[in-house]
């Protein structure tokens, strides 16, 4: 099966043209090799990736024909222990630290404006 198919099936990606997009811009690699999208994937192959700034590396346990639900789209790759512990100290550290501008909303008030010209003018 084809990788781009497979990311999809395995639902990885929302759609099969995000999934190529991401293997066009070198983000996925095929048992250590920067792979192309119409690379063939068996069992046994193991696929490392990054989605937005989560890492995966899973290694393909079976092949399905067809997309199909989420519980059985899991049991089409075994993720490795680093992968998971990666991809949670990630979320910790966002859940912790979370990002500057996330708690604004559209354009800054009168208030929030003032704010910020005290800060540039200091």
Known sequence: MRLDKWLWVARF??????ASE???????????????????V????EISF???????RLTVVAIAPNRGPAVSAQRLYRESEESVAARAALNEARRVAPEPASGRRGRP?????RQIQRFRAS
Do not use: C, M
């Open 13 to 18: 990606f929302k759609t099969r043209s995000l």
């Open 50 to 56: 990054t989605r937005g700034r989560e890492p995966f």
């Open 109 to 113: 008030t009168k208030q929030d404006r």
């Open 22 to 40: 991401s293997i066009d811009a070198g983000k996925v690699s095929v048992n250590g090799v920067r792979a192309k999208r119409a690379r063939e």
């Open 42 to 45: 068996g069992a046994g192959d």
